[in-house]
C-alpha cells in the first residue's frame, strides 16, 4: 500500500475535530471502535484506518470529500464492506468513508419501472420493497442480503442470473457521484439513456478510485412467470462443463448455469443435506425462467444435452419448493467450504466456456502440486470460475503459498484467453497482476482516466492499479511506468 | 484535405502520432454513412479506416465476435447470420448518405440501439472489448473476450456513443445472440397517444417478455407506405421466440391487457420493425430529434413539442421528432427534455445548424469539466473529431 503521509498522521487530532463537525455524531476515532473497520470480506489484510467517518447525506459526503481534497487526506469508500478484493481496505493515513447510513428507499416508480435509492440500501432491500408488485432487481451477489448498491455500482456486482440478465452496469439507469473536489453530478436517472460520454458506465466498477457513489437508480424488471431449476450429475467435471460449453452453442440462455465438484457437494452434505447426487463427481445446476411453455421446451433440450453429454442423473423442479432445495446446498457452498478448512482463498477468473474443462483439469493437478485442496463452485454458464482454495493462515507459510496457487490458477485464466476476475474486483487482491492481462500502455491509459477525475490519488489509492503514476497539474500528465521493485512507492 | 487510409492497426497510429505532432486534426470515419451526425465540424485531414476490415475471430459456441472496426455491418450480420446468431442490439445503418455502408465502428462509436434496448440493451452493453489508437498514436486494449469481467475500468461502455472524440477503434469484440425466427405483433389500432404509451409500459412490466413497444401515428404510418388504411395510430408489441412460444405470449398478453388486439405473425410485422428502426419515416424530415425520457413522459414531451411527425419506441422511452420549416429552437428542446428528466439530441439538421446549435444535450459545469478532462486523457492534443459531440472537446 502507498506508504502513510507522515504529516496528515501527525495532525490527526486536528482533522478528526474538523471531521466532526462536518458530521457530527458520525466519526469514529478509538482505536477499539476502529478495530470493526479493518477489513473487508478479503480478511487476510488488515489496517485500521485514520478514522471511520459515517455521512447521512450526500450533502454531508461532498463535504468531507472537499475538506478531504483541501487537507490532501486519503479516502477509502465503503458500502457494506463485503468486497471479496479488498476494495474497502482501509490506509493508516486516510479516512474510511462508510455510506452503511444513507439507507433510504427514496422512490419506487413502477411507471419507469425504477427505483431511486441511497448508496447503503442493500441489494435484497431493493428487490423486497417491490416484489409484492411483481417486480425484483437482477444482479444478486451471494451476498446480496448484506451488501449494499453502492458497493455493488462501484465493484459492478454480477451473480448467479448474470448470464440472462447482465451485471449491475446493464442494471442502472443513473447515478448520482460526489467528486472529490466534493462537486456532485448526476449521470443518467430514469431515461434509458443519459446522453453525452457514457459516463455512468465508465464509473459502474471503478472500485471507488473515481467519486464516492450518492444515489442509484436502479432498473426493476418483472418477475418471470416461472422459473424452473434442473439438477444433474456427471460422472466427471469435465462432462459437467462440457454440458454447459453444449448448451451456450446451441442458442440456449438459461437464467443460470452453475457447477460444483464432489468435494464442494460432500462439504454442503455434511452442512445441510441438500440430497444432491452421492454417485457423481460433479452436478450441474440450469435454472431456466420466462414463461411456461418456453421454461419447459428449453429444460427438453437441456436434459437431451445433458443426457449426450454423460449425465448419470437428472431431475427437475416442478415446484417453488423443489426449486429452493436444489439451490439450497448451491447457497450454502461457501459457508459449508468455510466449515471445512480454518482459512479459504475465493478466485474469480473468466475464461472462454470451451476451456472450462481443460482448466479445471489443470487447477486439479496444481492442487496436488501446491498440497492445498481446492473446491469448484462456479459460475459455469458465464465461464466464471470461483475455485476455493483451502489453507490455515496459522501455518507456517500457508497463506503465501494459497497466493502463489491462486496468482497461477488466474495466470492460467489469462493464458486461455480469459481474465483476472469476472464480477470481484481487482481491489489489493489482483493488483499485482494487472500486468498478466494489459501491457504497460493499456495500463497507463486506464490510470489517465484516473488522474482525470482524482488528480492528487486521494481516492482509495493502492487498489487496482500495479504501476506508480503521477498526475500533473493542468491536464497534462507523465505516467511513468513503475513496476513492483517500487513496492513502497505511492500506488493509484 | 487529406485522406488517410491505412492498411493496418500501425498504420492508423502512425497517421494519428504524426498528425498528433503536427497539431493537425482528424475526422474519423469509416465510409462515412454517418457523416451528418453529430455536429459539424471541419478537419485538416480524414482518418478512414474501412480498409481495416475482416472478421477476425467468430467464435459461435462462445457467443463471441471480433472485428476490423471498418467491417460493413452488414458483413458482420450475414456471417451472424450463417449460424444462426444476430446483434441483440439490433444495429440499424442510420445511413443518411446514399451508398454509403455503415460499418461495424461506426455504429457501435455512434451509439446505435434499437427497439430491443429496452430489454437487451444497446451497443453500450454488447462492446465487450477494443483495441484503439488514442489521440497520441498510443495503441491500447481494453475489455476482453469473455461477457463477465470486471479488470479495470470498464472502457467498452465509453467507447459506444463517443463519436470518435477519444479514440479511434481499430478492433470490436462483441457478445452475439441467438437469432430469432420472424417476430409476432401485436396490433391495436386508434389508441391515442396517452392511452398507447400506457398499454406499452403495461407491457414492458409484464412478464409476457415482449421485445418491442412502439407507438405510431398516422403521419408516420403515411411515410411507411400504405400501412393500416384508416387506422389513426398503431400501439405495436413485438414477441419473438419459436413460434409456438410467440403465439403463447401474444395470446396471454391479449386476454390479460389488450382484448381487442389483432396479430400479426408475417411479413408486415417484420417489415414494420426493420422500416421504424431504419428510421423510414423519416427519410424527408429536415429537422430530426431524438429524445430519451422517462417512458410515462413521453405524453407530456409530445404535447410540448408538437412535433410534425413522430415514433414513440421503448415504451415511450424513446422518442423521434421531425419537423418541416417550423421546429421549435435547439434550446427549446433540449429544456423540454431536461425538464422531463431526460435528454435530446439533434439526429439530423443542415450543416449550418449543426454548427451552431447543441446537437448533444448540455450538461453542468462539473461535468462538462469531467468531459474535458477526459478527452485530455485520450487525445492531450485535441485532435480527434474534435468539436464533434460539444464545441471544444
Known sequence: ??????????????????????????????????????????????????????????????????????????????????????????????????????????????????????????????????????????????????????????????????????????????????????????????????????????????????????????????????????????????????????????????????????????????????????????????????????????????????????????????????????????????????????????????????????????????????????????????????????????????????????????????????????????????????????????????????????????????????????????????VHKGRMPFANLPRL | MDVFTPTSEAEAAAVVAEAAEAGRSLAIEGHGSKRGLGRSIETSGVLKLSALRGIIVYEPDELVITVRAGTPLQEVEAALAEKNQCLAFEPASWSFEAGAEATIGGTVAAGVAGSRRVVLGGARDHLIGFRAVNGEGGVFKAGGRVVKNVTGYDLPKLAAASFGTLFAMTELTLRCYPRTEAPTSLVMHDLNVTQGCALLRKAVGSAWEATGFCYVPRPALDRLGAEAEGAQSLTVIRFEGSAESMAARAKGFAQALAPEASVDAGDWSQRLWSEIGQLKPFRDAQNLWRLSVPPAAAPRALQLLHPECFVADWAGGLLWLAYGAAAPSAVEVHAAAFDLGGHAMLFRAGDEMRRSVLVFAPRDEATMALTRRLKQAFDPAGILNPGRMYAGI
Not at chain 1, 276 to 293: F, N, Q, S, T
Not at chain 1, 296 to 302: D, E, P
Not at chain 1, 433 to 459: G, S, T, V
Request: glycine content about 10%; overall charge negative.
Open chain 1, 1 to 478: 500500500m502507498p506508504e502513510a503521509n507522515k504529516d496528515v498522521l501527525a495532525r490527526r487530532p486536528a482533522l478528526i475535530e474538523q471531521l466532526r463537525r462536518l458530521v457530527p455524531d458520525g466519526v469514529i476515532a478509538d482505536q477499539d471502535a476502529l478495530a470493526a473497520y479493518d477489513c473487508d470480506a478479503l480478511t487476510a489484510y488488515r489496517q485500521k484506518p485514520l478514522a471511520v467517518v459515517l455521512p447521512r447525506s450526500a450533502e454531508e459526503v461532498s463535504a468531507v470529500l472537499a475538506f478531504c481534497h483541501r487537507e490532501q487526506v486519503r479516502v477509502v469508500p465503503r458500502g457494506a464492506g463485503t468486497s471479496l478484493s479488498g476494495g474497502a481496505l482501509p490506509l493508516a493515513d486516510g479516512i474510511l468513508l462508510g455510506l452503511s447510513r444513507m439507507n433510504r428507499i427514496r422512490e419506487i416508480d413502477l411507471e419507469n419501472r425504477c427505483a431511486v435509492v441511497e448508496p447503503g440500501v442493500t441489494n435484497l432491500a431493493i428487490t423486497k420493497a417491490v416484489e409484492a408488485q411483481g417486480f425484483y432487481y437482477a444482479p444478486d451477489p451471494s451476498s446480496q442480503v448484506a451488501c449494499s448498491i453502492g458497493g455493488n455500482v462501484a465493484e459492478n456486482s454480477g451473480g448467479i442470473h448474470c448470464l440472462k440478465y447482465g451485471l449491475t452496469t446493464n442494471n442502472l439507469l443513473g447515478v448520482e457521484l460526489a467528486l472529490i473536489g466534493g462537486e456532485r453530478i448526476r449521470l443518467g436517472g430514469k431515461a434509458m439513456e443519459a446522453g453525452g460520454l457514457d459516463l455512468m458506465g465508465l464509473v459502474t466498477g471503478s472500485e471507488g478510485l473515481v467519486g464516492v457513489v450518492t444515489e442509484v437508480t436502479v432498473r426493476l424488471l418483472p418477475k418471470p412467470e416461472i422459473a424452473r431449476a434442473s439438477l444433474a450429475g456427471f460422472p466427471t467435471i469435465e462432462d459437467a462443463a462440457r454440458c454447459v460449453a453444449l448448451i451456450i452453442a446451441a442458442g440456449l440462455i438459461p437464467a443460470a448455469m452453475e457447477i460444483m465438484d464432489r468435494f464442494a457437494m460432500d462439504a454442503v452434505e455434511t452442512y445441510c443435506a441438500p440430497g444432491y447426487p452421492r454417485d457423481a463427481a460433479a452436478m450441474l445446476i440450469v435454472e431456466l425462467d420466462g414463461i411456461a411453455v418456453d421454461v419447459a421446451s428449453a429444460l427438453g433440450r437441456i436434459e437431451q444435452i445433458a443426457r449426450a453429454s454423460g449425465a448419470v442423473s437428472f431431475s427437475t423442479s416442478n415446484s417453488e419448493a423443489e426449486r429452493t432445495r436444489i439451490w439450497a446446498g448451491r447457497k450454502a457452498a461457501f459457508a459449508a467450504a468455510g466449515r471445512i478448512a480454518p482459512d479459504m482463498l475465493c478466485m474469480d477468473g473468466t475464461i472462454p466456456r470451451r476451456e472450462l474443462a481443460r482448466v479445471l483439469g489443470r487447477i486439479r493437478e496444481m492442487a496436488k502440486d501446491y498440497g492445498l485442496p481446492v473446491a469448484n463452485v462456479f459460475h459455469a454458464g458465464d465461464g466464471n470460475l470461483h475455485p476455493l482454495i483451502m489453507f490455515d493462515v496459522m501455518k507456517d507459510g500457508d497463506l503465501e503459498k494459497a497466493e502463489k496457487f491462486g496468482a497461477d490458477i488466474l495466470a492460467l485464466c489469462v493464458e486461455v484467453g480469459g481474465v483476472l476476475t469476472g464480477e470481484h474486483g481487482v481491489g489489493i487482491e489482483k493488483r499485482d497482476l494487472m500486468p498478466l492481462m494489459f501491457a504497460p500502455e493499456d495500463l497507463a491509459q486506464q490510470e489517465r482516466i484516473k488522474c482525470a477525475f482524482d488528480p492528487d490519488a486521494l481516492l482509495n489509492p493502492g487498489k487496482v492499479f500495479p504501476s506508480l503514476s503521477a498526475c500533473v497539474e493542468g491536464g497534462a500528465m507523465h
